[in-house]
């Protein structure tokens, strides 16, 4: 694997207890680790970028229902592609660059090889929809949330990445109804005060949180649609050896954005996801203790919503089994 790949992990787990919180801290921020550091953007590049892009764009060939804009969304996505250049140009000015100052501009990323002249909001002078052109260009999933009526929903987006659930089904829904599966939200509040702390964000006062699970797998398209794909790896993980099962298995972090939007006034959520195999990950001995701590101690009802209740026992015998 590549070095910088780990040098980069957001490893998700300050303490060796894991409990669901609102978690959140103002972005970006440097975040400093036993392997390296992340955190210093609100998009990140890495060496995986021409790889997960032409991922995205074949999800997105086989499955359409991973984009939806509500029509009532079109001047958010304009905002987004916008805001989401000027921070890849800003993040990486030696291949990326937004020239202009409207409604005329050039987007260039030297990645692709492109140079775009565009006018804002004029739909005919990009070659794609707005939010599906800039989501060629970023590897983070994008939702938006138009905040109306006292609540938020989620009424665009173009998420290929999903973990065990579905933007198609989810579009159009409140935000408590799109986390209503989330074992203990609601009863412990948390879920209300995400909203209502969401609901309160400022335009230029981004803030940041991270999730996990684990993954069978290099999948980063691990959606309920592709269930039938991806469900069977997990008992598999009971059958093979010790070699494989390190191999396979991969802590999957989420490192998700909140960006409140100046113009439009919608809610950017950003997901970027990363995946680090346990052989990778026992190589740093702090990742490894505290991952086996996390799991060992992680309450029935949330291993089972993460999907990882039948393997849970055997991850932790493996990560205590691999201690120097």
Same mark, same amino acid.
């Given at each position: 694997?590549?070095?910088? /790949?780990?040098?980069?992990?957001?490893?998700?787990?300050?303490?060796?207890?894991?409990?669901?919180?609102?978690?959140?801290?103002?972005?970006?921020?440097?975040?400093?680790?036993?392997?390296?550091?992340?955190?210093? %953007?609100?998009?990140?590049?890495?060496?995986?970028?021409?790889?997960?892009?032409?991922?995205?764009?074949?999800?997105? =060939?086989?499955?359409?229902?991973?984009?939806?804009?509500?029509?009532?969304?079109?001047?958010?996505?304009?905002?987004?592609?916008?805001? /989401?250049?000027?921070?890849?140009?800003?993040?990486?000015?030696?291949?990326?660059?937004?020239?202009?100052?409207?409604? %005329?501009?050039?987007?260039?990323?030297?990645?692709?090889?492109?140079?775009?002249?565009?006018?804002?909001?004029?739909?005919?002078?990009? @070659?794609?929809?707005?939010?599906?052109?800039?989501?060629?260009?970023?590897?983070?999933?994008?939702?938006?949330?138009?905040?109306?009526?006292?609540?938020?929903?989620?009424?665009?987006?173009?998420?290929?990445?999903?973990?065990?659930? %579905?933007?198609?089904?989810?579009?159009?829904?409140?935000?408590?109804? $799109?986390?209503?599966?989330?074992?203990?939200?609601?009863?412990?509040?948390? $879920?209300?005060?995400?909203? =209502?702390? $969401?609901?309160?964000?400022?335009?230029?006062?981004?803030?940041?949180?991270?999730?996990?699970?684990?993954?069978?797998?290099?999948?980063?398209?691990?959606?309920?649609?592709?269930? @039938?794909?991806?469900?069977?790896?997990?008992?598999?993980?009971?059958?093979?050896?010790?070699?494989?099962?390190?191999?396979?298995?991969? /802590?999957?972090?989420?490192?998700?954005?909140?960006?409140? /939007?100046?113009?439009?006034?919608?809610?950017?959520?950003? &997901?970027?996801?990363?995946?680090?195999?346990?052989?990778?990950?026992?190589?740093? =001995?702090?990742?490894?203790?505290?991952?086996?701590?996390?799991?060992?101690?992680?309450?029935?009802? &949330?291993?089972?919503?993460?999907? &990882?209740?039948?393997?849970?026992?055997?991850?932790?015998?493996?990560?205590?089994?691999?201690?120097?």
């Amino acid at each position: 694997m590549d070095r910088a /790949l780990v040098a980069g992990f957001p490893f998700p787990f300050p303490t060796d207890r894991y409990r669901y919180s609102t978690n959140v801290e103002p972005a970006p921020r440097v975040v400093s680790t036993p392997a390296g550091q992340w955190g210093a %953007s609100l998009v990140d590049v890495d060496g995986e970028y021409h790889r997960e892009l032409d991922e995205r764009a074949a999800v997105l =060939e086989r499955d359409p229902s991973r984009y939806a804009v509500l029509d009532h969304m079109a001047p958010a996505c304009w905002d987004t592609m916008l805001t /989401l250049m000027r921070e890849l140009a800003a993040a990486y000015p030696d291949v990326m660059s937004l020239d202009g100052d409207g409604p %005329s501009y050039v987007w260039t990323n030297r990645l692709f090889d492109v140079e775009q002249p565009f006018t804002y909001a004029q739909p005919s002078t990009l @070659p794609d929809e707005p939010l599906r052109y800039v989501a060629s260009q970023v590897q983070e999933d994008l939702v938006l949330l138009d905040q109306r009526d006292g609540d938020l929903w989620g009424d665009a987006g173009l998420v290929t990445f999903a973990a065990d659930w %579905s933007f198609g089904f989810d579009v159009g829904m409140s935000f408590l109804e $799109i986390h209503g599966p989330v074992p203990r939200l609601r009863e412990t509040g948390v $879920i209300t005060r995400a909203r =209502e702390f $969401i609901m309160r964000l400022q335009p230029g006062a981004p803030y940041r949180r991270t999730n996990w699970t684990l993954t069978v797998g290099r999948r980063l398209d691990v959606s309920t649609e592709r269930y @039938p794909e991806w469900g069977p790896d997990r008992p598999r993980m009971l059958t093979v050896d010790d070699v494989t099962f390190g191999r396979e298995v991969h /802590l999957r972090t989420e490192v998700q954005h909140l960006v409140r /939007l100046e113009e439009s006034g919608a809610v950017l959520f950003l &997901i970027r996801t990363y995946l680090l195999p346990f052989e990778e990950l026992a190589r740093v =001995e702090p990742w490894r203790a505290t991952t086996a701590a996390v799991l060992a101690d992680l309450p029935d009802d &949330i291993a089972d919503y993460k999907g &990882i209740a039948g393997y849970r026992d055997r991850a932790v015998d493996w990560l205590h089994a691999h201690a120097p």
